[in-house]
């Protein structure tokens, strides 16, 4: 996180959360409870596929996923494209215009929810690049990137780590489930009556948040008596949700169980790859990594290209929101986005005044960490 304060933004949520609740009741619309991201930063969307091998930009991970408020998902995406700006070194006046056209992806969205958003023009290349890549990629560029060679094993090292006898014991049975089989053999190219089988299994240390928590990398092989072919598997502990929901929401008590449904209501894509399951005694989700699975890195962009990425990843957000609602709902939360607008902005001034609040707290406290950091390496 002390790379940049975009890349403290991204790993910081907590501070995100703190500030939504100590924000007073009224300065953020209301919007309808619906099923929200939670922690809708940019790297938090980017190209999925489907069991059918289609592939949109949707979100993409969805731990902190509860039935809240859809303002905070604006806010939280506004705070993130504004500190990519500030890490590119664009003016302010970059950060204005991104604002103003996020309102505008999102109002677009809630108008026409059916509209598949896709990023045309010069000015989303990035956003093009990244989803050329992935309908591009093939089995052997996930091997390559997560087990680093295409032999049906997973080789121990920084990220792999040594199960232990119950940790294996646990994952055989976790994958001798009848609904497990379901879900890898859901695949389009593959046999509905398939066989699974569990080559290797390694504990997945993929960041500082995978601490503590199960998390682990599962590589298997599906086949028949024609064919096979190997598929790697993602099993990550649910935990309780840190963002602020609706008080009266009724959501799963699992937390799996939560992540999958929200998963389903708003990035249908990822969310019908996903199980919620038991393991070691605590719940978790598995999902099938696939090639065409990136996130967006918005780095070193011009204004032209954070602007036109922010009209359209708004535009992601708003149909992942607005296909929740019928058209009464849609109507009445478009009239609440309208309101306070300024005749100087054309972006409502409760989004404008919130990520000018976030940005200079997080930069305080990015200095901050920095500091800390410093000290600690030089000791």
């Known amino acids: 996180m002390a790379v940049s304060a975009h890349a403290y933004v991204r790993g910081n949520t907590l501070k995100f959360y703190e500030w939504l609740n100590s924000v007073e009741r009224g300065r953020l619309p209301e919007g309808p409870a619906i099923w929200i991201c939670g922690d809708c930063h940019v790297g ?80 989303t290349e990035p956003i093009q690049f990244v989803l050329k890549q992935a309908l591009q990629r093939k089995w052997r560029h996930l091997a390559e990137e997560r087990i680093e060679n295409v032999k049906p094993s997973i080789p121990l090292g920084k990220c792999f780590w040594i199960l232990t006898k119950s940790e294996k014991r646990d994952i055989a049975r976790l994958f001798s489930l009848e609904d497990v089989r379901k879900l890898i053999t859901s695949l389009r190219h593959r046999n509905n009556k398939s066989w699974v089988e569990v080559l290797d299994a390694c504990y997945w240390m993929k960041g500082c948040s995978s601490l503590g928590k199960l998390r682990f990398a599962v590589l298997a092989e599906v086949g028949d008596h024609k064919k096979s072919d190997l598929c790697l598997i ?137 500091r800390r950091y410093a000290l600690t390496a030089a000791q």
């Not at 408020?69 to 006046?93: E, I, Q």
């Open 44 to 123: 938090n969307l980017g190209p999925v596929a489907n069991a059918e091998g289609n592939v949109e930009i949707e979100i993409r991970d969805l731990d902190q996923t509860v039935i809240g408020n859809p303002a905070h998902d604006l806010v939280r995406l506004a705070l993130s494209l504004a500190t990519a700006a500030r890490g590119s070194d664009l003016p302010g006046v970059s950060t204005v215009l991104m604002m103003e056209e996020m309102i505008v992806g999102y109002e677009e969205a809630l108008v026409d929810p059916q509209e598949k958003p896709k990023p045309s023009g010069k000015a």
């Open 234 to 370: 993602d099993i990550k502990e649910a935990v309780r949700a840190t963002a602020p929901s609706w008080s009266d929401a009724r959501m799963p008590r699992d937390n799996a169980k939560r992540v999958v449904q929200g998963a389903r209501s708003l990035s249908p894509y990822l969310g019908d790859r996903m199980l919620a399951a038991k393991l070691l005694g605590k719940p978790i989700v598995l999902r099938e990594l696939r090639p065409q699975d990136l996130k967006l890195e918005m780095d070193r962009l011009t204004r032209e290209e954070i602007v036109a990425s922010a009209r359209f990843l708004a535009s992601v957000v708003g149909k992942a929101h607005a296909r929740q609602m019928d058209e009464a709902v849609r109507k009445s939360w478009m009239a609440e986005l309208q309101r306070d607008r300024l005749k100087t902005l054309d972006a409502p001034s409760w989004l404008w005044t919130s990520v000018v609040d976030l940005v200079a707290r997080h930069e305080a406290a990015y200095l901050e960490h920095c």
